[in-house]
């Protein structure tokens, strides 16, 4: 039987499969037909700011996000799901080009693999331009 609680708002009846019945109340907190939240839109500044931050360091502590979210005119939670957001984003990135410039070699080693190539293309050349049939 329902409660008569006013922090609940609905009720759901639910039928299993062999035919019991149950009843299911729903938490005002959790009330599905609420208005969504409007998707929150940076300015350019709130970005350039946000992405700054982000580059000094993946991760805030709650003290400089507080003061991050405040200097930016935004709630400390928009601040920390930005965040959350950008560290998901930079993970595709990363996933997505193993090779980082940082971890490549200098540009005459380079030069030396372009010139084993090169060589080993004209050895091949050379054989297949030379070889005796039987």
Known sequence: MPSADTEFIRVIRIKSANGSEKMLEIPAKLDLERPKRPRTVFTDEQL???EE???TSGYLSGSTRAKLAESLGLSDNQVKVWFQNRRTKQKKIDSRDPIKPETLKPAENYQN???NYQNYWTA?????NNVISS
């Open 53 to 55: 931050s982000f580059n």
């Open 48 to 50: 350039e700011k946000l």
């Open 124 to 128: 091949a050349a050379f054989l297949s």
């Open 113 to 115: 693999v372009y010139q």
